[in-house]
């Protein structure tokens, strides 16, 4: 029964809890990944929001790692390969994920677009702290047949929307605008990470 259930999505966490399937104090994962297959983390960035240099590849390193060092995937393609197809194929971005992932020889594609970056070097520079929004989609690369079954999580059309902030404190320790984006990059990394593996629940939901 449970190897079946394993490839679920949305409705796997609940069910898992309360088959007994995840311990309790457990976030269960919100879709298991392939542990099979490549897979890829594409991140878009169409509206042109990641002002920082290497923002974007730093973000896809970043998540890269963290589902290796957490056992969501086994098969990782490598970030660099993006860039590689980037100048065989000067029309790269104008692409469509589907596509990308199978011209990287990817299983599944973690689909990242980012919906609002900032990343000052003071919070007063926008009133706020550095924050990021994504929408994040899993992709079955592998399938060019049947539109409805290229999408494989989540359920709704516009995919997971997730927002990360740092603290005026966070960002004030991190100093440089470029040190910025990357505690930013890793924070939201680990955060997105954490979608697709069992972890511990944070300590103030218990209470």
Not at 11 to 36: C, D, I, R, S, Y
Not at 69 to 88: D, F, G, Q, T, Y
Not at 146 to 156: A, I, Q
């Amino acid at each position: 029964m449970l190897l079946f259930l394993s490839g679920c999505g949305a409705g796997w966490g609940a069910l898992a809890v309360n088959l007994g399937a995840v311990k309790p104090g457990m976030v269960p994962a919100e879709f298991k990944l392939t542990q099979t297959g490549p897979v890829l983390v594409l991140v878009d960035d169409d509206d042109e929001l990641m002002d920082v240099p290497e923002a974007r590849s730093m973000l896809a390193r970043q998540l890269t790692t963290e589902l290796v060092s957490n056992k969501a995937i086994s098969r990782p393609v490598r970030p660099e390969v993006v860039e590689e197809l980037r100048k065989s194929h000067r029309d790269l971005d104008q692409r469509g994920c589907r596509e990308v992932g199978c011209l990287a020889e990817a299983e599944q594609v973690i689909w990242l677009r980012v919906r609002d970056f900032y990343a000052g070097e003071q919070s007063s520079d926008r009133g706020e702290s550095a924050r990021i929004t994504v929408s994040i989609k899993v992709i079955n690369a592998m399938e060019n047949h049947e539109k409805s079954k290229v999408r494989l999580w989540p359920t709704t059309y516009e995919g997971h929307s997730l927002t990360v902030e740092l603290s005026v404190g966070e960002a004030g320790r991190a100093g440089t605008r470029d040190n910025i984006t990357r505690v930013l990059c890793d924070k939201t990394a680990a955060t997105i990470a954490k979608l697709f593996y069992e972890h511990p629940m944070d300590e103030f939901a218990l209470k």
